[in-house]
T-cell receptor
Framework: DQQVKQNSPSLSVQEGRISILNCDYTNSMFDYFLWYKKYPAEGPTFLISISSIKDKNEDGRFTVFLNKSAKHLSLHIVPSQPGDSAVYFC???????????FGKGTHLIIQP | GAGVSQSPRYKVAKRGQDVALRCDPI?????LFWYQQALGQGPEFLTYFQNEAQLDKSGLPSDRFFAERPEGSVSTLKIQRTQQEDSAVYLC??????????FGAGTRLSVL
């Protein structure tokens, strides 16, 4: 069973608009959440994270929101730029595991 | 180097061959992780080291998989008698204890 779910395999957004990527999780013991960005033939690159004791973290154009009661987090990118086109992975730490638990990823396409 | 380095970047093996994948973590990073990423999936945890101690190998799919980090720095993931289902990208990540994990570019293994 997937403990971290990204239900949208792909998302297309116009340049300059807001991109919203969603992630749901089932394990209430996760204590830290991360977003990674991945370009083809490269490894995942850390983007932004949030502790389970917070509900929002902002870093420049990127903001992550956490709704613990709904077991849901989202990544907002404003404004979206062509270089943001990549696969975005949601990952969670804790829940009894030493490694990160990843979703399947969302392919974000920024259209000019 | 500044980042996590993995070699080789690509490896083609005949079924039944043994392979060895190398990871050179960021200098000073105590923790080292190996993940397997199948096509269209998120990375899945294989094993975790803290310095030279392998603290968790629960994600290794079979006893054909073996990892070591003898001096607490470079790590090698060995796969014996490779099978077609072992074809995947193998990612290595390092972190300072359990903080943010930084990933290498991965080794793409193709078993024919």
């Amino acid at each position: 069973d997937q403990q971290v779910k990204q239900n949208s395999p792909s998302l297309s957004v116009q340049e300059g608009r807001i991109s919203i990527l969603n992630c749901d999780y089932t394990n209430s013991m996760f204590d830290y959440f991360l977003w990674y960005k991945k370009y083809p033939a490269e490894g995942p690159t850390f983007l932004i994270s949030i502790s389970s004791i917070k509900d929002k973290n902002e870093d420049g154009r990127f903001t992550v929101f956490l709704n613990k009661s709904a077991k849901h987090l989202s990544l907002h990118i404003v404004p979206s730029q062509p270089g943001d086109s990549a696969v975005y992975f949601c990952a969670a730490r804790g829940g009894g595991a030493d490694g990160l638990t990843f979703g399947k990823g969302t392919h974000l396409i920024i259209q000019p | 180097g500044a980042g996590v380095s993995q070699s080789p970047r690509y490896k083609v093996a005949k079924r039944g061959q043994d392979v060895a994948l190398r990871c050179d973590p960021i200098s000073g990073h105590v923790s080292l992780f190996w993940y397997q990423q199948a096509l269209g999936q998120g990375p899945e945890f294989l094993t975790y080291f803290q310095n030279e101690a392998q603290l968790d190998k629960s994600g290794l799919p079979s006893d054909r998989f073996f990892a070591e980090r003898p001096e607490g720095s470079v790590s090698t993931l060995k796969i014996q008698r490779t099978q077609q289902e072992d074809s995947a990208v193998y990612l290595c990540a390092s972190s300072y204890f359990q903080n943010i994990q930084y990933f290498g570019a991965g080794t793409r293994l193709s078993v024919l």
